[in-house]
Every structure is written in structure tokens, then in C-alpha cells.
């Protein structure tokens, strides 16, 4: 049984995960929350009360910590006893706050890959550059570390695994596709932190097919795709983090990433890049300043945090998994949709940053009461992805499969 949680970030994705936590505070225990501006966290916990959202009396503390500092951040999870750590800040910050994990004892749970400032779209699979070389070292400190718990990664990985278990004798084709229907209101905004937005799409995109990694460009394939709810979209194949570990598991099978682009984005992101201004390479300025353009340009950019009080709209994220059953070709999709009104009205953020906050939130449940508490290193495919399926759907994130059978709910 672990209790008191840490958690790293104080961005639109950490407020969601602090608002979840409180909510089930009975069970998770005392509550911290550090980035390295406390007055963020500040803010967030006063959310957290405006909302009347703690399920119990209990602690809820504001912390200032370096991320990108381990030691740092062992001496926090020393000092606030915490058992479990939720990093969702930047990705920059894996490896660091995995290490004071490993180093303390805590578990680790976090939302994304690890991201190198200095490279962009590494070479596939990107796990096996950072995270999963400390598997060893997790497995003999008996440290579980949970990765990629997020929505994408996460719940869709999850479902790759009930595809498997429960729909198909074998599966041949993972297909991922996010769509965001929704509306900021915005002349121009990104969903998430915009440099880690746009350093996903000026690389190489990566897919697994035919047994080989497949490179493209972005934008290069486009698909039109039949969505609950949501209806015909247009998405692009996308490198994406899940791509590097569904891979792994299903060898055999073709593992793609699709994302939903509108056509005014496009030409806004192509503009960028092409003035390279999405370069995270240093430039010097004609006054002698040295800029890094793709940090002016999220400089410049609204707050992702502060589109949430006027968005509108739905988002769909599915796994679409194909395959045969009893001999026969089986196709499966497994899917949820979220409402940026109601994500905002419960929690103060818009419903990407819903998506992606309540899953480690639903896995840190999970380690609390011992049935994710593995002592290793894992992905979310790797781990029963049954209970987990069942929390987020009194979560508010439900499940819904549609397949030969119809469309209803996901449960356990």
C-alpha cells in the first residue's frame, strides 16, 4: 500500500491530475505539487479548493524544485514523504525525476518519452534511449515505473491490450487516431506546451510497418477517418510515442499514429518551419542576443492553460485495431470522447489537458492499492489493462468499443 503523492508540473495537464487526486485524496493521502514558480502550484491548489474538490480534509502543499535537478528532487520526495510521483512537466525532466525515484524508492509515473533539448525525433525506439535502459536498475530497487500513462500514450495503449485479450485471435494492424473537434477561439494556439507540440512534427515521422520502420514527412500521408461522434475527419500519419513501444509487443502487426490537422494550422506550422522558426537550434540577433526561435515562438503563443474557460466542442481519440477471429477477419475500435465544456467546468482545463491528467491519476490508484505496484518497469501494454479500464470509466474518461456487434460501453 503506497500513500502521499508528488506531483511535477503546474501546467493545464497538472491541474487536471491535482483536481483527480483530491477527488480521491481518501486514497491517495497527502498531496504535494512542485515546478520551479510555486506560485503555479499556488494557483492550482486554489482551484483545487475553489472547487471543494478534496474528498477528505487532508494536506495539499505547494513546492518550488529545479526538475532537471534529481538531487533536488529526491530531497523532495524525501522531505513530503511522498510514495508515488506524477511528472507531468516538461519531457525534458524524465530522466531526472526517474532517477530521484529509482534513488528514493518512489513510484514513477509519467505522461510522455523522454525528450534530449539538443535532438529532435529520434531514431526509433526511442524508448530504448533513455527510459528503458534503467529497466534493470528499476527491476533491482524494486521500483515501478510506469510509462507513457497519459491518454496517447496510455489508455490507447491499454486498449491494444484488450483488443488482444478480449476481440481478436490475432492482430495484424494498430491504427491510433486524435482528433480534437473542438474550438479554442484563437487566431492561433497549440493544445499542449508549444515547443514540445511542434518539436513532435519537424522531425522524422516514424510508423512500424511491414515489420521495418517506415519514415516519412509530416503532412506527407493523409487519411480521411469515421469517427464517433465526431464524423469524417482528416488526420496525418504522425510520430508519436506509443508507436516506439506497441512495436515491441506486436512485432507482427503494422503500428501507425494518425493526428487531426485543420488546414489553417498547417499553413501556419509550414510558415514557421520553412522562416526556421521552428528550429531549437540558437541564433544570434543583428543586437548581439542569442535566441533559440522555437522558444520566441512559445513565447509569443497563448498560454495552453488559457484557452480552457472558452473552448468548445468534442474530442475522439481511438485504437483501431485489425486482425482475424475464429479464422475470419475482425476489425475493432475502442474509443473515448470528451467535451471541452464539461472538462473545464469540472476541472479548469480544456479536455487535452483532461485526457491526459486523469489516466496517471487512474494508474496511481492502482500502485496505491497494490495492483500496479509491479516493482519495474513497465508500459502500459505490459500491465492488466482491466482495472484500469474500469476506473476510467467513473473517472470520466469512459471507455466505448464499437465492432461487427455495435457500439456500447467498455467494462469489466
Known amino acids: 500500500m503506497k500513500r502521499n503523492v508528488l506531483i511535477i508540473g503546474a501546467g493545464g495537464v497538472a491541474q487536471v491530475v491535482a483536481h483527480k487526486c483530491a477527488q480521491n485524496n481518501d486514497r491517495l493521502g497527502d498531496l504535494h505539487i512542485a515546478s520551479r514558480t510555486a506560485a503555479k502550484c499556488d494557483a492550482i491548489i486554489a482551484s483545487v479548493h475553489d472547487k471543494a474538490a478534496m474528498k477528505v480534509p487532508g494536506v495539499f502543499a505547494a513546492h518550488a524544485v529545479d526538475a532537471m535537478n534529481p538531487a533536488a528532487v529526491a530531497a523532495l520526495i524525501r522531505q513530503t514523504g511522498a510514495q508515488i510521483v506524477i511528472n507531468v512537466g516538461s519531457s525534458f525532466v524524465n530522466m531526472t525525476v526517474l532517477e530521484a525515484c529509482i534513488e528514493t524508492g518512489a513510484a514513477y509515473l509519467d505522461t510522455a518519452i523522454h525528450e534530449d533539448p539538443a535532438k529532435i525525433c529520434e531514431t526509433p525506439p526511442w524508448y530504448g534511449n533513455y527510459e528503458w535502459q534503467r529497466r534493470d536498475r528499476c527491476r533491482a530497487a524494486g521500483v515501478t515505473a510506469i510509462l ?14 484488450v483488443a488482444e485479450e478480449e476481440f481478436l485471435d490475432t492482430i495484424t494492424a494498430i491504427d491510433i487516431v486524435d482528433i480534437n473537434a ?21 522531425g522524422t515521422v516514424w510508423s512500424w510497418q511491414n515489420g521495418a520502420w517506415q519514415a516519412n514527412t509530416m503532412f506527407e500521408v493523409g487519411k480521411v477517418w469515421d469517427m464517433p461522434v465526431v464524423g469524417d ?30 488546414d489553417h494550422y498547417i499553413n501556419v506550422f509550414t510558415v514557421l518551419k520553412n522562416l526556421g522558426l521552428l528550429s531549437e ?26 484557452l480552457a474557460p472558452t473552448y468548445t466542442g468534442k474530442t475522439c481519440i481511438a485504437t483501431i485495431v485489425k486482425g482475424t477471429k475464429n ?33 496517471p491519476v487512474a494508474a496511481a490508484l492502482l500502485i496505491a492499492e497494490g495492483t500496479w505496484d509491479v516493482g519495474q518497469m513497465a508500459n502500459v501494454e505490459d500491465l492488466n489493462p482491466r482495472p484500469f479500464m474500469n476506473l476510467l470509466n467513473v473517472m470520466g474518461l469512459p471507455n466505448r468499443v464499437k465492432d461487427a456487434q455495435g457500439d456500447r460501453a467498455l467494462q469489466f
Open 327 to 359: 479464422g475470419q477477419p475482425a476489425e475493432v475500435m475502442l474509443y473515448n470522447v470528451a467535451d471541452h465544456k464539461e472538462a473545464f467546468l469540472e476541472v479548469g482545463s480544456q479536455g487535452i489537458s483532461y485526457t491526459a491528467g486523469v489516466p
Open 233 to 262: 475527419q482528416k488526420a496525418y500519419l504522425t510520430g508519436h510515442d506509443e508507436v516506439h513501444s506497441l512495436s515491441a509487443r506486436y512485432p507482427g502487426a503494422d503500428v501507425r499514429f494518425w493526428m487531426g490537422f485543420g
Open 281 to 306: 537550434k540558437p541564433v544570434m540577433t543583428a543586437e548581439g542576443a542569442e535566441v533559440i526561435p522555437l522558444k520566441l515562438v512559445k513565447a509569443v503563443l497563448p498560454d495552453p492553460a488559457s
Open 182 to 202: 473542438g474550438s479554442h477561439g484563437k487566431w492561433f494556439a497549440t493544445n499542449f506546451d508549444p515547443e514540445i507540440n511542434f518539436r513532435e512534427f519537424t
Open 148 to 161: 507513457g500513462v497519459g491518454f496517447d500514450p496510455g489508455v490507447v495503449n491499454a486498449w491494444a491490450r
